[in-house]
Nanobody
Framework: EVQLQASGGGLVQAGGSLRLSCAAS????????IAWFRQAPGKERELIAT???????NYANSMKGRFIISRDNAENTVYLQMNSLKPEDTAVYYC?????????WGQGTQVTVSS
């Protein structure tokens, strides 16, 4: 069974940093790209970044510069390093994998940035 477990969210002051983790299981992790999304209250879910099986990264234009996606294939985990956080970064953050043409989402982790 494919499972994605997002963690690492919390309450942080503006200007602070957080590192989110997405632990994967149930599929050959090395073979698949993983993406991070977020959804703020009252807004649509938006893409933050994607990392391919080979480690190539791609960021949404609005996310470039403060967010860094990385992966550790030995740990079956993808990370999202978030720096210089702003109140508008407050959202639930999700990881996603498309495995054998089916999309799987983690349960989400709440990030709250106070001003």
């Amino acid at each position: 069974e494919v499972q994605l477990q997002a963690s690492g969210g919390g309450l942080v002051q503006a200007g602070g940093s957080l590192r989110l983790s997405c632990a994967a299981s149930g599929f050959t992790f090395d073979d698949y790209a993983i993406a991070w999304f977020r959804q703020a209250p009252g807004k649509e879910r938006e893409l933050i970044a994607t990392i391919t099986s080979g480690g190539s990264t791609n960021y949404a234009n609005s996310m470039k510069g403060r967010f860094i996606i990385s992966r550790d294939n030995a740990e079956n985990t993808v990370y999202l390093q978030m720096n210089s956080l702003k109140p508008e970064d407050t959202a639930v953050y999700y990881c996603k994998a498309v495995v054998r043409y089916r999309a799987y989402w983690g349960q989400g982790t709440q990030v709250t940035v106070s001003s």
